[in-house]
C-alpha cells in the first residue's frame, strides 16, 4: 500500500530538548516536503526536498532543520524546540512537485510546553 | 506572487443540499490547481485537480469543480452533501514554471446538519 508514515503522532516536550519526526514513503517519490498546519493559516510549507542531499527552505523554516539521506526517509529536526512550534505538522511526498498528487502522512500533534 | 483564498473559514449546509465551497487564486501565470480533504485527525487526500485540458473537473466523492481563468477561480461543488461530507477542506496552487512547492489556502471547514 503507497503510504507516507509519521512518528510520533502525537508528542509533548519541554522548551529546549531537541526533538526528531521521522517521516517514510514507500513510493519511490523524489519530492517531499514538511507542512505545518496552524487554526486559520492552512498548510505552511517548513521546508522541502527535491531529491537526496537536495533540501530547500520553505515559507516558514526558522528554528527546523532537516536532512534528505536516503529518498524515502525526510526528517524534521527541532533542534531547541519553543512553544510557538507547537503545531500539527504533517509530511508529503509526490512525483513531482507541480502537477502531481501529494500524499500526506497522517500528521505529528506537537505540544511545546 | 501567487496566493490563494477561500471564502468562508466555515460552511454549513443541510444534508441533502448543494455543496459549494469558494477558491480564488492570483497568479501571473495559469497554475495547477487541488482540492484536498482533511477529515478529522487523517492527513489531507486529493479530491481532484486541474491541469490542463477540460476546466470542468470531476473528483472524488461525487464533487466536482470548474476552473474559470477570467474570473481566476476553482469553486467546489457537490449536488448533494451527505453527512460523511463533514471535513476540512483546502484549495491549493502551484505554477507551471516554478513548481517547486504547493500554496494552499487557510482551509474551510464544512459541516453537514441533519
Known amino acids: 500500500e503507497a503510504q507516507v508514515t509519521q512518528n510520533p503522532r502525537y508528542l509533548i516536550t519541554v522548551t529546549g530538548k531537541k526533538l526528531t519526526v521521522t517521516c517514510s514513503q514507500n513510493?519511490?517519490?523524489?519530492?517531499m516536503s514538511w507542512y505545518r498546519q496552524d487554526p486559520g493559516l492552512g498548510l505552511r510549507q517548513i521546508y522541502y526536498s527535491m531529491n537526496v542531499e537536495v533540501t530547500d527552505k520553505g515559507d516558514v523554516p526558522e528554528g527546523y532543520k532537516v536532512s534528505r539521506k536516503e529518498k524515502r526517509n525526510f526528517p524534521l529536526i527541532l533542534e531547541s524546540p519553543s512553544p510557538n512550534q507547537t503545531s500539527l505538522y504533517f509530511c508529503?511526498?509526490?512525483?513531482?512537485?507541480?502537477?502531481?498528487?501529494?500524499?500526506f502522512g497522517q500528521g505529528t500533534r506537537l505540544t511545546v510546553v | 506572487a501567487q496566493s490563494v483564498t477561500q471564502l468562508g473559514s466555515h460552511v454549513s449546509v443541510s444534508e441533502g443540499a448543494l455543496v459549494l465551497l469558494r477558491c480564488n487564486y492570483s497568479s501571473s501565470v495559469p497554475p495547477y490547481l487541488f482540492w484536498y480533504v482533511q477529515y478529522p485527525n487523517q492527513g489531507l487526500q486529493l479530491l481532484l485537480k486541474y491541469t490542463t485540458g477540460a476546466t470542468l473537473v470531476k473528483g472524488i466523492n461525487g464533487f466536482e469543480a470548474e476552473f474559470k481563468k477570467s474570473e481566476t477561480s476553482f469553486h467546489l461543488t457537490k449536488p448533494s452533501a451527505h453527512m460523511s461530507d463533514a471535513a476540512e477542506y483546502f484549495c491549493?496552487?502551484?505554477?507551471?514554471?516554478?513548481?517547486?512547492?504547493?500554496?494552499f489556502g487557510s482551509g474551510t471547514r464544512l459541516s453537514i446538519r441533519p
Open positions: 508529503a511526498s509526490s512525483l513531482s512537485p507541480g502537477n502531481t498528487e501529494a500524499f
Open positions: 491549493a496552487v502551484t505554477l507551471y514554471s516554478s513548481a517547486s512547492k504547493i500554496i
Open positions: 513510493m519511490n517519490h523524489e519530492y
